[in-house]
């Protein structure tokens, strides 16, 4: 990855990128996984797998710390601590090793889950945060303890209300200072969901006992699929501050009143910036520039051009059925090309041809999507890594490339539509607003300006002396500020005084400097440097008052 793209996450960015100061306050995290059977048969090969993929991407990514800490429990015919609080990132052979163990346990047996589960469940919450808090006193002097909450997730097969249940009564004396948030995550087959729905009157009294009891478990119910799971525990990477707002968005007052209308906001990552995985070759974030773009053979010269980069076609897509959230990146514009090697028939057919793309895709309101195959196999014995773009029609004969985002990065976004009618004093300012706005059909990106131009060249003028050229004299000077190193004759030093003399002079004027030869003062420099004595103190004089003369025409 191209060593540019890293800081695109650190705390040196913009003021605007703000998310290095909002992963510090990220809570750790523990995982309980209920393996009883006889469900863990049917979920364990699913569970394993996303922790798999999970872990795999959370440990290779730079940035800030979106998983300070992990501890993962599993409750199977006893209560086991299979890795206790451990630091994520760049530890994935140890983490790893934990999910083969994990995936170990069997799924056969004859225990009473629900009656024997339950307990264990308490039993391994307490356990944790216990845990967590001896953690955190021994290394309390440390710099990477600045979260000072936990995040406890149970994952079982049981119906999740009942879990739910017993927890929330199991917890009500403990000492929950610590803990964050509690979630159930329910794993149900095809036919399970809706078994556990209670009536709305039951709802209302486990909210209430809720509340009187101070322990909030929340419940969440997946499918038993890998992508399913994958979802929660991308939950994990996103910002988990929630403690002041992100964003403020003002809209001009409807009235005469000079404060405008500020509408509080927050802000949520919708993918996993590929910039912040280093791969070779990258997952398309290189758009930036057309050389960025193509690829790379290690094995030809600096002399050749690298060959073109290969799209494949993969899928035609609806163009109201792509959304923008899951493009990121800088867009590309394709061309047909005008590579002066072909010839003229071949040129004119792939001019028709791109004529004819761009004509089909536009009339009938479609894109591309394709798919970049690696340049060559991964030196970890891997397959190597696939991108994916989305090619989109113009007006002009044009195409527009754009990187898409895949399975692998994308995070959890859930985004219910609001079916509920705004209120009506609310609906009326808004309206208000923006009705003192001016409205364009088109956007003109001419019409914006960002000050950009100015500010960089009041920052470069700031850096930089007036005049270059008088640095040099300043560091004559330095030199000769500084004490020798060792004693010198002082027929080596003789030559040298009036060269120096004549740069000190010479400052007022850069012809002067660069172009009067001074040719008496060299000719007597070599007739001084063969004298015994010390010259005269006047000898150079002559030539010093026509240069300035001369310079002063």
């Known amino acids: 990855m191209?060593?540019?793209?890293?800081?695109?996450?650190?705390?040196?960015?913009?003021?605007?990128?703000?998310?290095?100061?909002?992963?510090?306050?990220?809570?750790?995290?523990?995982?309980?996984v209920e393996a009883l059977p006889p469900w863990w048969s049917e979920t364990c090969s699913v569970l394993c797998d996303a922790l798999d993929n999970f872990l795999s991407l959370a440990c290779s990514l730079d940035g800030p710390c979106r998983i300070p800490l992990l501890?993962?429990?599993?409750?199977?015919?006893?209560?086991?601590?299979?890795?206790?609080?451990?630091q994520v990132r760049g530890n994935l052979a140890r983490l790893h090793s934990c999910v083969e163990e994990l995936r170990s346990i069997p799924g056969e047996g004859c225990i009473k889950g629900a009656a024997r589960g339950s307990g264990l469940v308490r039993q391994a919450v307490l356990d944790s945060l216990q845990q967590f808090k001896q953690y955190i006193r021994h290394t309390s002097a440390g710099s990477q303890t600045n979260n000072i909450s936990v995040e406890v997730t149970v994952v079982t097969s049981q119906p999740g209300r009942g879990i739910v249940r017993q927890l929330e009564m199991g917890l009500k004396d403990a000492d929950l200072v610590t803990l964050k948030r509690l979630l159930v995550v329910q794993i149900y087959r095809a036919g399970d969901l809706g078994q556990d729905t209670p009536s709305p009157e039951a709802t209302c009294t486990e909210t209430e006992e809720c509340l009187m009891l101070g322990t909030e478990v929340d419940l969440q119910q997946?499918?038993?699929s890998v992508f399913a799971m994958e979802t929660v525990l991308k939950a994990w990477l996103q910002e988990q501050g929630g403690d002041r707002e992100h964003l403020h968005l003002l809209l001009p007052s409807p009235t005469d009143s000079p404060i405008p209308v500020c509408v509080k906001c927050d802000m949520q990552e919708r993918l996993i910036s590929p910039a912040l995985i280093p791969l070779?070759?990258?997952?398309?974030?290189?758009?930036?520039?057309?050389?960025?773009f193509l690829p790379v053979i290690k094995s030809q010269s600096a002399s050749q051009s690298p060959p073109p980069q290969r799209l494949r076609v993969i899928k035609v897509l609806r163009a109201d059925g792509v959304c923008e959230s899951v493009l990121y990146g800088l867009p590309l514009v394709i061309r047909p090309t005008t590579y002066w090697q072909l010839d003229w028939d071949e040129m004119e057919t792939n001019h028709n041809l791109f004529h004819s793309l761009c004509y089909t895709?536009?009339?009938?309101?479609?894109?591309?999507?394709?798919?970049?195959?690696?340049?060559?196999?991964?030196?970890?014995?891997g397959s190597g890594v696939y991108s994916h773009y989305v090619l989109q029609p113009s007006q002009s004969l044009s195409l527009l490339l754009k990187p898409v985002v895949s399975r692998e990065l994308l995070l959890p976004c859930s985004l219910p539509v609001s079916t509920q009618v705004p209120a009506p004093d609310a609906m009326e300012t808004i309206q208000g607003c923006l009705s003192q706005l001016d409205e364009a059909f088109v956007l003109n990106p001419l019409s914006l300006s960002t000050n950009l131009y100015q500010h960089l060249r009041s920052r470069g003028l700031l850096s930089q002396p007036r005049y270059p050229y008088r640095l040099k004299p300043a560091a004559v000077h330095g030199d000769q500020s500084q004490p020798p190193e060792a004693p010198k004759p002082t027929a080596s030093r003789q030559p040298r005084q009036p060269q120096n003399q004549d740069r000190q002079l010479g400052t007022?004027?850069?012809?002067?400097a660069t172009v009067a030869p001074m040719p008496s003062s060299s000719s007597h420099s070599s007739s001084s440097s063969s004298s015994v004595g010390p010259p005269p103190a006047k000898a150079s004089r002559p030539a010093l008052r026509l240069l300035s003369s001369s310079g002063g025409r």
């Open 71 to 86: 501890s993962l429990y599993a409750i199977s015919r006893q209560q086991e601590c299979l890795l206790p609080f451990v």
């Open 280 to 292: 070779t070759p990258n997952l398309g974030v290189k758009t930036e520039s057309v050389r960025d």
């Open 222 to 224: 997946v499918e038993n």
């Open 508 to 512: 007022n004027s850069k012809v002067r």
């Open 2 to 32: 191209d060593s540019r793209k890293r800081p695109a996450a650190s705390s040196n960015c913009g003021s605007f990128v703000f998310w290095s100061s909002s992963f510090r306050r990220q809570p750790a995290r523990v995982l309980i």
């Open 361 to 381: 895709l536009r009339s009938r309101d479609l894109f591309l999507l394709l798919q970049v195959e690696p340049v060559q196999r991964s030196t970890a014995g």
